[in-house]
């Protein structure tokens, strides 16, 4: 199992970015996928969950209207749109997944949110 995250990068307060991560190693489709994100000196936190059929999504009650998560099962790709960012939503956001038990997590990419 592979996640490889991108999109990270610098933006104001107020902007928009929009995070991808590229999975592979396992039948993408069949599996539930999340972001995370962890501050410094915070706890890894969970941001938002897709289910494997992109039906159904949830969200931390702090970026609910603001981000989206969504999947292309056929690219095997699940992205994270963020808008409206705040200069203390800047972390390192990570993209996970949970197969045959294990817990699977990629590098991380680094979202700095600063005038």
């Known amino acids: 199992v592979q996640l490889v995250e991108s999109g990270g990068g610098l933006v104001q307060p107020g902007g928009s970015l929009r995070l991808s991560c590229a999975a592979s190693?396992?039948?993408?489709?069949?599996?539930?996928m999340s972001w995370y994100r962890q501050a410094p000196g915070k706890e890894r936190e969970l941001v938002a969950f897709?289910?494997?059929?992109?039906?159904?999504?949830n969200y931390a009650d702090s970026v609910k209207g603001r981000f989206t998560i969504s999947r292309d099962n056929a690219k095997n790709t699940v992205y994270l749109q963020m808008n409206s960012l705040k200069p203390e939503e800047t972390a390192v956001y990570y993209c996970?997944?949970?197969?045959?038990?294990?817990?699977?997590w990629g590098q991380g990419t680094q979202v700095t949110v600063s005038s």
């Open positions: 996970k997944t949970r197969v045959l038990g294990w817990n699977y």
């Open positions: 897709i289910i494997s059929g992109g039906g159904n999504t």
């Open positions: 190693g396992f039948i993408f489709s069949s599996y539930d």
